[in-house]
């Protein structure tokens, strides 16, 4: 089955670029969904087809997806960027959905 | 405006089956396209998705839990219902219901219920 490997953490001060990466085999075969959620919320869909915002997403908030990694990049993080963050992709080889291990970015 | 809410039981004991509803608004699983999965969350960890069911009743399980789930819909009632068999402590989670979208992902979600597995 495929997988998405995500790193357990990323630290960044504010005002700074947060990048998570995910990676895949080929994934840039694939179309990469990216979630934010904070403690006791549910997932909020921040980047769909790779690189597109829906409505209500900051700029900030920004997609690639290359080679074997996709990456969501956060620019000018605030402190109400503190959440976990989860890749996920539709793999129609197995006709699963599959999420990444997950990224907690904590803002120093 | 689109919502969902899941409901259950928020204990259920070891070898029960667990029943999950997810009742939505805002959508019609009678539209072409439209699809909605049951994903969960165990305590601290990742997004696991295990089943998914489209307007054309198309149904889609995960391979790891396929002979335990089935998903379910009444569309006039504006419900997806989950059955998981053979019910384990592992299977402790928050359980998330979902609209999928034309692009695979998870456009709304409901704001999950904690299910605890325990004798």
């Known amino acids: 089955s495929y997988v998405l490997t995500q790193p357990p953490s990323e630290s960044v001060a504010p005002g700074e670029t947060a990048r998570i990466t995910c990676g895949g085999n080929n994934i840039e075969s694939q179309t990469v969904h990216w979630y934010q959620q904070k403690p006791g919320q549910a997932p909020l869909l921040v980047i769909y087809?790779?690189?597109d915002r829906p409505s209500g997403i900051p700029e900030r908030f920004s997609g690639s997806n290359s080679g074997n990694t996709a990456t969501l990049t956060i620019s000018r993080v605030e402190v109400g960027d503190e959440a976990d963050y989860y890749c996920q992709v539709w793999d129609s080889s197995s006709d699963h959905y599959v999420f990444g291990t997950g990224t907690k970015v904590t803002v120093l | 405006q689109v919502t969902l809410n899941e409901s259950g039981p928020a204990l259920i004991k070891p070898t029960q089956t667990l029943t999950l509803t997810c009742t939505f608004s805002g959508f019609s699983l009678t539209t072409t396209g439209v699809r909605v999965s049951w994903i969960r969350q165990p305590p601290g960890k990742a997004l696991e998705w295990l089943a998914r069911?489209?307007?054309?009743?198309?149904?889609f399980y995960s391979t790891s839990l396929k002979t335990r789930l089935t998903i379910s819909k009444d569309a006039s009632k504006n419900q997806v219902v989950l059955t998981m068999t053979n019910m384990d402590p592992v299977d402790t989670a928050t359980y998330f219901c979902?609209?999928?979208?034309?692009?695979?992902?998870?456009?709304?979600w409901g704001q999950g219920t904690l299910v605890t597995v325990s004798s």
């Open positions: 069911i489209d307007w054309d009743d198309d149904t």
């Open positions: 087809y790779d690189s």
């Open positions: 979902a609209r999928g979208s034309g692009s695979s992902a998870f456009d709304y």
